[in-house]
């Protein structure tokens, strides 16, 4: 784990006192240094971790701490007004630097969540889908223990978008992550790979529990689409590796095989699998 991954992993309060000690460091360096060789601009190192790690408050305590750092470090003061004028302009500027740079970071998550998220649904997209496979099953080589996913698509929903318009299709899309969402553990994760076609990742999970789980999702399916008045049932590929392979495209591949095994068996069924290989 890089730098980066680490501190943004870290807690806020840790974060502000890492901040805060390197605003010392640069402080006693600066005494140690003497008169005639200024440091301030170094003090911009650890606010702007702080502010952009540690998001608005962190930075702010530690422009806090800048600011009364580099007061301490200068000279006595030849004119009392000037140097608070002066500390009071580097405290302002601290405190502008650290909340710009915690409205970059904010706008960076939000922009990182969108990118990895359907707009339609709210589930996982696609390719953040296939990126938590892959790091789920090198987790699962490593540690051993199984994986299991599951491929649902929406039989008959064509049907929905020529009888009811596609507002009606948005609609069923919706519903339908809004009903397994409650229905699955915060450990597993709800994909929209695209179109009417939907993926469940069970981590950790082998036949028994994930077949269970399916079953109370389609049922809680069923009664939302009977609801809603909509023709739509769902053919479910339920596929567990004991050994998952490396390739995300592999895994979903073969649950959508199963899927297709589903519809070809007459549709609104489950075929469920174990892949020992």
């Known amino acids: 784990m890089n730098l980066h991954d680490r501190l943004r992993r870290t807690s806020r309060l840790t974060v502000a006192a890492l901040g805060v000690i390197g605003v010392a460091l640069i402080a006693a360096a600066d005494k140690a240094l003497g ?13 702007s971790i702080a502010a952009f790690y540690g998001r ?4 702010v305590t530690v422009s806090v701490f800048g600011a009364i750092a580099s007061f301490w470090t200068e000279p006595p003061p030849a004119d009392p007004v000037a140097r608070f004028w002066e500390t009071t302009m580097r405290l302002g500027t ?51 223990g199984p994986l299991t996913l599951a491929y649902i698509d929406l039989d008959r929903f064509k049907l929905v978008n020529d009888r009811f318009g ?66 739509v049932t769902f053919s479910i590929g339920l596929a567990t590796f004991l050994h998952p392979p490396l390739s995300a ?27 020992a290989e």
């Open 94 to 144: 601290y405190t502008v630097l650290s909340l710009a740079l915690s409205r970059l970071r904010e706008a960076l998550d939000h922009e990182q969540v969108l990118s990895r998220t359907d707009p339609l649904t709210g589930a996982a997209n696609r390719r953040a889908f296939y990126e938590l496979l892959e790091r789920e099953s090198r987790r699962a080589h490593r540690q051993g």
């Open 56 to 59: 608005g408050e962190a930075g």
């Open 249 to 275: 495209f592999d895994m979903i591949r073969k649950a959508d095989e199963l899927m297709y095994a589903a519809k070809l068996g007459g549709r609104a069924r489950i075929q469920a699998a174990t892949i």
């Open 166 to 231: 596609h507002a009606a299709g948005d609609e069923v899309l919706r519903t339908v992550a809004d009903a397994i969402a409650p229905s699955i553990r915060a450990a597993d994760t709800l994909s929209r790979l695209g179109g009417d076609e939907f993926a469940i990742l069970f981590p950790d999970t082998d036949a028994g529990p994930a077949d269970a789980a399916l079953r109370k999702i389609d049922r809680v399916l069923s009664e939302a689409m009977a609801k809603g008045g909509w023709p």
């Open 35 to 47: 008169e005639g060789i200024g440091v301030h601009v170094f003090y911009l190192l650890p606010i």
